[in-house]
């Protein structure tokens, strides 16, 4: 594994803070990452990120089929170089925002595991991408900063719950699997990371349209984390009179008064239930 300083110094380029790039350096770790996976040679792997293939490589070694979703155009070469380099001929890129691509165009006859080492400043947005489009992957390992990692782990009643935990935690048993020391990366960053296992799953008891309502109804929880509820979901994007969130709210068996903050994942359900039962 070359080191990426190295590589991008050969090709007259820099890792950019406006794409969050911080690109794994040490081998050890890649290989540790990747024992960690439990990759197996029937399995196709989508890869968010792979920058300069410090992971993509080993992965291919092990996988079926690799997919690599990179959107730094200027990585691309030096990645392809890489690939042929090591002589796999498993592994396509696409160049494009992972945001903006369709799961479903990349599944070929099994569901895919999802691999990477998110950008820190879309690790948000990506995973609430692969919880929307879980029904084609059977389970994803994501390194994020351990900050964030923290939040998405975190259970009701504390600060650190969010809107991205309970969404999170509604479609997958969530554990973590390893934490990553700044050393490891290059730029290093100032924060740890936390590579987080995600087995998604789809709810039973709620359809789509049901699913939709209940992440906006999350979303609107939490819009005014501060408020109780009756205040929180009243107006806004959902548009609810304050009468009708009062009835909701009751019928649900929640006090009114309560934050969002609080509420586990199947109370955000039965709130759902509830709206929808009333009308909503």
Known sequence: MTHPGQLLKQAGLYAG???GQNFLSNPGTARM???KTGISEDMDILEIGPGLGALTLPIAKKAFHVTAVEKDGRLIPI???EIDASGLKN???IHQDVLKIHIKDIVKDKKLVVIGNLPYNISSQILFKLVEERGY??????MFQKELA???LAPPGGRDYSRLSAVSQFAAKISPVAEIGPSSFFPSPDVNSSILRFQFFQSEDFDQSQEKLLFDVIKAAFSKRRKSLKNSMAGGELE???EFVLQVLARAGIDAQRRAETLSVEEFKS???AIRETGG
Do not use: N
Not at 137 to 142: H, P, S, T, V
């Open 240 to 242: 609810y009179e304050k």
């Open 79 to 81: 990645l392809r170089d």
């Open 137 to 142: 992957i059977e389970k994803a390992f994501l």
């Open 17 to 19: 803070k406006e794409l």
């Open 271 to 273: 709130l759902t239930r």
């Open 150 to 152: 923290t939040r998405i």
């Open 33 to 35: 990452i990747v024992e």
């Open 91 to 93: 592994i396509d890129i």
